[in-house]
Structure formats: structure tokens, C-alpha cells
């Protein structure tokens, strides 16, 4: 390893401080330098010319230590319910809409209503982008600690949907409360969704934990 190399990685030692994943980010770290040195041809290799070179592939030791600290501020468990939370809303939302759409005469609710179900495909798309985000964001805060909070926060968020997807299989729901949704093309559309849903997000969080180097 280069003189650059040490000094880029014994800054950023000293600059984590005591953060309880000093050693694994070191670790981390120490690879990507390893990867990098395999791949970059230096004309001059001088310390400065490959210490600014690291600095701008990895960031600065100031930029990653000050990173890696505020991701202490977001613990696995707050994010876990937040996302679980939103996803929930969502749901909550959706009963409520179509509760008051089939039971009030309320010109807001029907216009809500039908804008919904005139676009069930952008929906479904930007349901499938929630899920990729959820992967992403945890990918991105929290590196290779993600993998296993990324299992545990799916398992607890796609409740819901599972409930939802049993409802409607085993015809528990009213059906014309869901018309013109739910089709039998609308229903193994949703079906096959949920099935991907946890590859998507783990996609995302590949996704983040590149984009956190």
C-alpha cells in the first residue's frame, strides 16, 4: 500500500473516532483502496496526485467520517417503522377512500376515486418505486449492515399487503366497492407485484450501497 493510500485510511481512522462500526467501515474502506490501486494507472505517482484521486472517487476522510457519523442519528429500528409506517398509510388511506367514496355522496372523494382508477398501472409503478426507495435508503445509510434490516423491515412491511392479497383471492372484500379495479387482469397483476416486491427492494439497497461509496 502507498504512502497516499496510508494516510488517506489513517486519517480516516483517526477522524471515526469511536464509532461503534469503526472496524468494518475500515475494513470496507481498505478494500475499495485495494479494488482501486487494480484498477487506476497513475502517470505520476506522486502522494498528492493519489490522495486526491482518492479523495474524489471515495470522498474526502472529512466527508466520510462525517457521513458515516450521522448515520447514527438513524437508527435500523427507526427506519424499519418508518418505512413499515408509510406503507400502512398508504393501505389506511386507500380504506378510508374507498369507504367514504362508497358511502357518502361526496363529489371530492368520487373525483379522487376515479382519477385512481383510470390509472391502476402508473399506480402500480409508483408503488414498485416505494419499494425500490425503501431498498435504496437503507442501502445507502447503512452499507453492509443493511442486508439483514433490509429482510426484517420487508417482512414486517408487506403485512398489509399480504392481508389485502388474501382478502381479495378468497373474495372477502366487496367487489363492486373495488370496481373498475379489480379485474381478473388488475388482481394477478397485483399478485405477481408482491411476489417481486422483495427482489425489487433488495435491487435498491445493491443500488444504495453502491451509491454510499
Known amino acids: 500500500m502507498r504512502r497516499a493510500e496510508e494516510d488517506y485510511l489513517s486519517q ?31 502517470e505520476d505517482e506522486s502522494p498528492d496526485l493519489i490522495y486526491k484521486e482518492l479523495s474524489m472517487r471515495l470522498g474526502t476522510p472529512e466527508e466520510v467520517a462525517v457521513s458515516w457519523k450521522q448515520e447514527l442519528t438513524l437508527t435500523p ?13 398508504l393501505f389506511i388511506s386507500g380504506i378510508l377512500l374507498t369507504f367514504i367514496n362508497h358511502t357518502y355522496d361526496w363529489n371530492w372523494a368520487k373525483e379522487i376515486w376515479s382519477l385512481l382508477t383510470s ?4 399506480l402500480m409503478a409508483i408503488y414498485i418505486g416505494f419499494w425500490v426507495l425503501l431498498g435504496y435508503e437503507i442501502g445507502k445509510e447503512f452499507g453492509h449492515q443493511g442486508k439483514k434490516l433490509i429482510k426484517k423491515t420487508f417482512l414486517i412491511t408487506v403485512i398489509p399487503n399480504i392481508i389485502l392479497m388474501y382478502l381479495v383471492i378468497f373474495n372477502l372484500v366487496p367487489d363492486q366497492w373495488f370496481d373498475p379495479l379489480l379485474d381478473k387482469p388488475f388482481i394477478i397483476a397485483c399478485v405477481f407485484c408482491t411476489f417481486i416486491l422483495y427482489p425489487v427492494s433488495f435491487a435498491g439497497y445493491l443500488w444504495g450501497k453502491k451509491a454510499s461509496l
Open 77 to 89: 429500528r427507526k427506519t424499519r417503522w418508518i418505512f413499515a409506517g408509510i406503507n400502512l398509510s
Open 12 to 42: 480516516l481512522d483517526r477522524l471515526l473516532g469511536a464509532h461503534p462500526d469503526k472496524a468494518a467501515i475500515m475494513k470496507e474502506y481498505k478494500l475499495h483502496i485495494s479494488e482501486m490501486a487494480c484498477d487506476i494507472i497513475y
Open 119 to 122: 390509472i391502476p398501472v402508473l
